[in-house]
Structures are given as C-alpha cells and as structure tokens.
C-alpha cells in the first residue's frame, strides 16, 4: 500500500471502498498485487439511534461459522525504526437492504466460488457489492463492545439483548 506509518497518512486506511479501491493511490497497488481474504464469523455495525450508537452484530443466516471478506494486505518499512511491518485492509461497500437499515456501509462478503479469482487477481471489483439480502441475520448486542476495557475473547458480546422502544 505504502512505504510510511498508517500514522503519517492523515487518512483511515483500515477499511478500503470498492467503488474507490482500483484507483485510489494508496490501494490501487496492493489491490493489482496483494489480495486476501479475511476470515471472520461475524460482524459489527453501530447504528445511530436517540440513545446513542447500539451496536449489532451480523453473521450468515444459514448458521455457517464462517463469513468471507474481500481484502488487501501489504509490507511496508517503518522510516522510523527500520522494521518491516505488515498490514491489512478489508474492502467494504454499499450495504444491501437488509443492512441499511442499520449502517450505510456493509464488508464485501465473498462467496467460495470467488475466492480463487479473487486471489489471482482475475476477478475484478464486479465481486465486490452487497451480499443478498437473505444471507445475513443480525441482532443487537451490548454497547460493552464499545469498551476497550471489554475482554476481546469474551463470547457474550456476540449475545442478543432487547433494545429499548424509542
């Protein structure tokens, strides 16, 4: 992506836009040279309501423990200390019905039959949009996500809470 800190940049690299990522200096590299695919069993989307940001959580309808997203990686020298660091973008775009109810963005979820011309480079940002509308299930969960004093490892940030009726 680039040769300097993520600090150094002024800008958030850590999700990259499909509609952009092809052309936008920072990506367009990595993008013709250095995809991933980012593993994860679900999601998170704050949505803004009266009572503040209520996150939820997005993972595949069928049950399926894993969900696919569309990624770049790249390495870069730190001018600063001389280490080689690696880093990751995951590639986002518009969000399906389903999703904009809740966020104006959603991953770009791939499907196994992309992942390989995805990797290669053959498949282009056509693979990169919204997935179906029925092949997500989200719920809202406690805004102890929100803590950085929350465990990482705890599994009941993933768990369903009522939210109140606005």
């Given at each position: 992506?680039?040769?300097?800190?993520?600090?150094?940049?002024?800008?958030?690299?850590?999700?990259?836009?499909?509609?952009?990522?092809?052309?936008?200096?920072?990506?367009?590299?990595?993008?013709?040279?250095?995809?991933?695919?980012?593993?994860?069993?679900?999601?998170?989307?704050?949505?803004?309501?009266?009572?503040?940001?209520q996150p939820w959580y997005f993972t595949a309808r069928d049950g399926s423990p894993l969900l696919t997203a569309a990624g770049l990686w790249d390495e870069w020298k730190d001018r600063a200390n001389g280490e080689q660091l690696k880093?990751?973008?995951?590639?986002?775009?518009?969000?399906?019905?389903?999703?904009?109810?809740?966020?104006?963005?959603?991953?770009?979820?791939?499907?196994?039959?992309?992942?390989?011309?995805?990797?290669?480079?053959?498949?282009?940002?056509?693979?990169?949009?919204?997935?179906?509308?029925?092949?997500?299930?989200?719920?809202?969960?406690?805004?102890?996500?929100?803590?950085?004093?929350?465990?990482?490892?705890?599994?009941?940030?993933?768990?369903?809470?009522?939210?109140?009726?606005?």
């Open positions: 992506m680039v040769e300097q800190p993520l600090k150094e940049l002024r800008v958030a690299t850590f999700n990259a836009r499909a509609e952009t990522v092809e052309t936008k200096p920072v990506f367009r590299d990595a993008f013709k040279r250095t995809r991933c695919l980012i593993p994860m069993s679900g999601y998170y989307e704050w949505q803004a309501t009266a009572g503040g940001k880093s990751c973008t995951m590639i986002i775009t518009e969000p399906n019905d389903f999703g904009a109810d809740v966020h104006d963005r959603m991953p770009a979820l791939l499907t196994e039959d992309h992942f390989a011309p995805w990797l290669s480079g053959e498949a282009g940002t056509k693979v990169l949009k919204p997935a179906p509308n029925d092949y997500l299930q989200r719920w809202p969960v406690s805004k102890r996500v929100n803590s950085s004093k929350a465990d990482a490892d705890d599994a009941t940030l993933i768990d369903p809470i009522q939210v109140a009726a606005v």
